[in-house]
């Protein structure tokens, strides 16, 4: 069955480092993958989608995520964390159903 | 444009109560999804429709969980009755297709509280 693993439930770094986000898929033909992102008491809103016509896709706010086949990983990342990345971040997969990860808390120091 | 408005935003009731949570999508979408969102098991898919009509309704958890799209502008997702368990949050989501690759449109979300 088709699965999305996001590894790390919480994950900080501090204000202007690298921020790293993964994201495991688990099915035979690569699906379309997302990433959402929930402010604090708001819904999720898109930040960027892969649908296969280039392996980095680039979203809002300075994000970039790529689809690596080999390792069926799809990680999110942004060169330098800004305070208002604070939130929670989901990748999703759709094949034929659609499937949420757990999502990964993102906690930034200054 | 307004987006996905949900009503209401925060629900409290009693264990046994009939609760009903209110969608409307984005106008010109052609598909609505409920979810559940909760710290144990995550954002779960409960049913989608597409056009008004129910399509997958796999996730809804059991019998007490009833979801209607009279029409292309609203939809209701209701719980008879309501149990503590049932506390979570509830987003609507819209799509301006049918297909399940396209780009999903929350609301802000509904704090159900069953006590």
């Known amino acids: 069955a088709q699965s999305v693993t996001q590894l790390g439930s919480h994950v900080s770094v501090s204000e202007g480092a690298l921020v790293l986000l993964r994201c495991n898929y688990s099915?035979?033909?690569?699906?379309?993958l997302f990433w959402y992102v929930q402010y604090p008491n708001q819904g999720l809103q898109l930040l960027l989608k892969y649908t296969s016509a280039a392996t980095l896709v680039k979203g809002i706010n300075g994000f970039e995520a790529e689809f690596k086949k080999s390792e069926t990983s799809f990680h999110l990342t942004k060169p330098s964390a800004h305070m208002s990345d604070a939130a929670e971040y989901f990748c999703?997969?759709?094949?034929?159903?659609?499937?949420f990860g757990k999502g990964t808390k993102l906690s930034v120091k200054p | 444009d307004a987006g996905v408005i949900q009503s209401p935003r925060h629900e409290v009731t009693e264990m046994g109560q009939e609760v009903t949570l209110r969608c409307k999508p984005i106008?010109?979408?052609?598909?609505l999804f409920w979810y559940r969102q909760t710290m144990m098991r995550g954002l779960e898919l409960l049913i989608y429709?597409?056009?008004?009509?129910?399509?997958?309704d796999s996730g809804m958890p059991e019998d007490r969980f009833s979801a209607k799209m009279p029409n292309a502008s609203f939809s209701t997702l209701k719980i008879q009755p309501s149990e503590p368990r049932d506390s979570a949050v509830y987003f609507c989501?819209?799509?301006?297709?049918?297909?399940?690759?396209?780009?999903?449109?929350f609301g802000p979300g509904t704090r159900l509280t069953v006590l």
């Open positions: 106008s010109g979408h052609n598909s």
């Open positions: 429709f597409n056009n008004n009509v129910p399509i997958d």
């Open positions: 099915s035979s033909v690569p699906p379309y």
């Open positions: 989501a819209s799509t301006p297709g049918g297909e399940l690759t396209d780009t999903q449109y």
């Open positions: 999703s997969g759709s094949q034929g159903n659609l499937i």
